[in-house]
């Protein structure tokens, strides 16, 4: 007779566009493969991107994220002058995995969000 298996970790990986050039376009991918869906949130610095999303009522820096099973989203975002020469940070939080009976597995989330900004060459110094 086999256990019943506890609930496997649900991971969800985050990639990011690891290098950009000044006011460049930032693409961030988020992506499970558990059968379970996930919601949770992206996390960024509002003064140094924008979002190509734009969703009204929004806290500026989060942006929700919702991934069916085995599901996947991208974003968007775009560089602002405030990020030329930066290393920018995309993490998420908040999340929380739920399946059709109820269940709750952990999840974490996996892959760097870190993004590289050129410096804006053309900017009086």
């Given at each position: 007779?086999?256990?019943?298996?506890?609930?496997?970790?649900?991971?969800?990986?985050?990639?990011?566009?690891?290098?950009?050039?000044?006011?460049?376009?930032?693409?961030?991918?988020?992506?499970?493969?558990?059968?379970h869906?996930?919601?949770?949130?992206?996390?960024?610095?509002?003064?140094?991107?924008?979002?190509?999303?734009?969703?009204?009522?929004?806290?500026?820096g989060?942006?929700?994220?919702?991934l069916?099973?085995?599901?996947?989203?991208?974003?968007?975002?775009?560089?602002?002058?405030?990020?030329?020469?930066?290393?920018?940070?995309?993490?998420?939080?908040?999340?929380?995995?739920?399946?059709?009976?109820?269940?709750?597995?952990?999840?974490?989330?996996?892959?760097?969000?870190?993004?590289?900004?050129?410096?804006?060459?053309?900017?009086?110094?």
């Amino acid at each position: 007779q086999p256990q019943q298996a506890a609930p496997a970790e649900v991971v969800v990986q985050l990639d990011v566009t690891p290098q950009v050039a000044a006011l460049g376009t930032i693409s961030v991918t988020l992506k499970q493969d558990s059968p379970h869906g996930v919601k949770g949130e992206l996390e960024y610095d509002p003064n140094r991107v924008q979002s190509a999303q734009a969703i009204p009522g929004l806290v500026p820096g989060r942006l929700p994220v919702e991934l069916g099973a085995r599901g996947e989203r991208a974003f968007v975002f775009r560089a602002l002058p405030a990020a030329s020469g930066q290393v920018l940070n995309f993490g998420v939080s908040s999340l929380q995995a739920s399946g059709l009976n109820g269940e709750s597995p952990p999840v974490r989330a996996e892959g760097s969000g870190l993004v590289t900004v050129d410096a804006d060459k053309s900017a009086p110094r």
